[in-house]
């Protein structure tokens, strides 16, 4: 892995949201919309989460094998590369990406174990030859950086010790991967959205320590605003609104 961010290949490959807001045209023939993307994209982040629960492997791979999944359809489409496919083998290329590698048959078998369905049942040649269009879809750039790695000495910086702050902190950063905000902004001001919510929900007033930061606040509290509309509408998604998104997938 690269050891500075703003000279990865991670730094080079972000986007502008307006660049990841794009349904590819062969998804746009099957009737997927804005919308359905987002919500397929936000349920298959979910899964890897379940999916590694079950393989025990640590967030940081969960981090990563979202990262590449939601890079891969910046550049595929749904349709190509199905999700409920896609999602699994981007957890199996990270966990080797990070270290942590998980064998393809231990995939396979919590797979099958997890769900009945046979639309999520791959078998171990799927996963592999899955695995090599996701290396190429993601031009063979693995590198990703996460808000994990500044968060410990931001918090540390700002004077935060209270557990239940650091806890809730660290779960807004792990509930940023149901949303676009790695493809679209440098992982330290993520990580520094996730203390401004901390910060506000329990009442601490950290705006000096802010004020001190040469950074953008506008753009921390941009993506701070960005995070709670993600939680008020996500509230709002029902079972029958993720079926129908997932339905347009059929052939």
Not at 75 to 81: D, I, N, P
Request: proline content about 3%; some cysteine; glycine content about 2%.
């Amino acid at each position: 892995m690269a050891a500075n961010f703003w000279t990865s290949s991670h730094y080079k490959q972000l986007f502008d949201q307006e660049e990841v807001d794009v349904v590819h045209p062969l998804d746009k023939e099957k009737g997927i919309t804005l919308e359905d993307f987002k919500i397929i994209k936000t349920q298959m982040a979910i899964y890897i989460g379940i999916l590694a629960q079950q393989v025990k492997v640590r967030q940081r791979v969960v981090a990563t094998a979202v990262a590449y999944m939601r890079r891969v359809y910046t550049r595929k489409s749904m349709s190509e590369y199905d999700p409920r496919l896609a999602a699994p083998t981007c957890l199996y290329l990270a966990s080797k990406a990070e270290e942590s590698t998980i064998q393809a048959r231990v995939l396979s078998f919590y797979i099958k174990k997890l769900y009945s369905d046979d639309k999520y049942r791959y078998e171990i040649k799927e996963i592999l030859e899955m695995e090599m269009k996701i290396l190429e879809a993601l031009n063979f750039y693995l590198v990703v950086f996460h808000p994990y790695r500044s968060l410990p000495q931001f918090l540390q910086d700002a004077g935060i010790n209270d557990i239940n702050m650091t806890q809730l902190t660290w779960g807004l950063v792990n509930d940023t991967y149901k949303m676009d905000l790695i493809l679209v902004h440098p992982p330290h001001i993520i990580a520094l959205a996730c203390i401004y919510i901390a910060s506000v929900y329990r009442e601490k007033d950290s705006t000096a320590w802010f004020e001190e930061l040469r950074v953008d606040l506008n753009v921390v509290k941009n993506i701070s605003m960005e995070m709670l509309y993600f939680y008020e509408s996500h509230r709002l998604i029902t079972e029958e609104r993720i079926t129908a998104a997932f339905n347009k997938l059929k052939p």
